[in-house]
């Protein structure tokens, strides 16, 4: 079955870097986009990036210059680099893939800025 798990989150000071990663299984991880989500307290889930099969990554324009979206298909795992974070940037982070018409997603990992 299609498992997604995510680590990589925790505590972290504004302006500071955190690297997360989705480790992916149970499908052809090569050939399907991926994309990270989060979820900031009392909102709705919203994308933060997402990458193509092909390797070519999209950020929402607040993001823009300060996440990375990447990934390694020999090791079925996408990435997310952040850097520069802000307060506003504390929320759950998801990972996220449709295959054929169905959304999976990861338990999340929690991402926290504050000094």
């Known amino acids: 079955q299609v498992q997604l798990v995510e680590s990589g989150g925790g505590l972290v000071q504004p302006g500071g870097s955190l690297s997360l990663s989705c480790a992916a299984s149970?499908?052809?991880?090569?050939?399907?986009?991926m994309g990270w989500y989060r979820q900031l307290p009392g909102n709705p889930r919203e994308l933060v990036a997402a990458?193509?099969?092909?390797?070519?990554?999209n950020y929402v324009e607040s993001m823009k210059g300060r996440f990375t979206i990447s990934r390694d298909n020999a090791k079925s795992t996408v990435y997310l680099q952040m850097n520069s974070l802000k307060p506003e940037d504390t929320a759950v982070y998801y990972c996220?893939?449709?295959?054929?018409?169905?959304?999976?997603w990861g338990r999340g990992t929690q991402v926290t800025v504050s000094s």
């Open positions: 996220h893939v449709r295959i054929l018409g169905s959304d999976y």
């Open positions: 149970g499908f052809t991880f090569a050939i399907y986009s």
């Open positions: 990458i193509t099969a092909g390797g070519n990554g």
